[in-house]
């Protein structure tokens, strides 16, 4: 599964930074799935992300194999040879070729390609970005930061121990619940499928986010109410249904053993005071 649905591109080299403190990125691109490979140098400094997919990546004349999720880089003026077996995922961020000895002399360049061996917080950085930056919540010079923290953590998360594949297989699964919060997971046959063992599943899942999978997917549902609560006038009968629950009742009493509060005290103390002072009243 991608991580979006669609391909991205953002030019930021025209955007002014009001308060510089990064290297200025002047682009950024997203590929849902690239299929060309690339065989000339660049005259920019630029890191790929590969998310998902394989391929091969040229480093001192040597292809060496590329398995996602992986970030492979493009030094200025380097002749570069890469890309994918038949497809793979790509985010990629463009610098000034200036931009280059800066990245040396602090060591993300010692090896010119690097695994991620946990993608956790890696995934939720690289959506949260483009969340802000797509709808121009976020200013150029936060993404400049935002983006040199994600290099730095990918290259922080190198050294760290190989996930699993029953690791790698449960961070997907928490990222798909997450998405779509109101979709039935059957748990036990989703592990099965994949030749794992319920126990097995069930003792790294919580190892991994200490609680069981059904309670984040409420969790989740939780988040999407009181968003639906507080910005919509959906009346709470429809919050439930549109959550996947046939009976509001017990959507209640539910909302309120997680959140200590009515659907009702909850809008009214999160919306009434904020549209009534704004908006006048309704």
């Not at 009001?18 to 660049?42: C, L, N, R, T």
């Not at 060591?107 to 946990?118: A, R, V």
């Not at 930056?133 to 150029?140: A, F, G």
Request: one cysteine or more.
């Amino acid at each position: 599964m991608s991580l979006f649905n669609q391909n991205h591109f953002y030019h930021m080299e025209s955007f002014p930074r009001i308060y510089p403190a990064g290297q200025e990125v002047q682009s950024i691109g997203y590929m849902k799935a690239k299929k060309d490979w690339i065989k000339h140098s660049f005259a920019s400094m630029n890191f790929s992300f590969i998310l998902s997919g394989r391929g091969y990546y040229s480093s001192g004349g040597v292809l060496h194999p590329v398995q996602a999720p992986v970030v492979i880089t493009q030094s200025p003026g380097v002749p570069m040879h890469y890309g994918p077996d038949r497809v793979w995922e790509e985010l990629f961020f463009i610098f000034p070729a200036s931009c280059h000895s800066w990245f040396e002399t602090r060591g993300f360049l010692k090896t010119p390609f690097w695994k991620i061996h946990q993608t956790g917080d890696i995934i939720t950085q690289i959506r949260d970005m483009f969340y802000n930056v797509s709808r121009n919540q976020i200013r150029s010079d936060q993404i400049d930061i935002a983006i040199q923290r994600l290099i730095l953590d990918s290259r922080m998360e190198s050294s760290l121990p190989r996930e699993s594949p029953l690791q790698i297989f449960i961070h997907k699964l928490h990222r798909e619940m997450e998405q779509d919060c109101t979709a039935s997971f059957d748990f036990h046959a989703l592990v099965r499928e994949r030749g794992y063992s319920p126990s097995s599943f069930r003792r790294t899942w919580e190892k991994m986010f200490e609680v069981p999978p059904g309670q984040i997917q409420i969790e989740f549902r939780m988040r999407q109410a009181c968003r639906m609560l507080a910005e919509t006038d959906l009346p709470v009968k429809e919050i439930a249904g549109e959550l996947g629950y046939s009976d509001p009742l017990y959507f209640s009493k539910l909302f309120k053993k997680k959140r200590t509060e009515s659907p009702g005290q909850y809008r009214k103390r999160t919306r009434e005071p904020y549209f009534s002072s704004h908006f006048g009243s309704r």
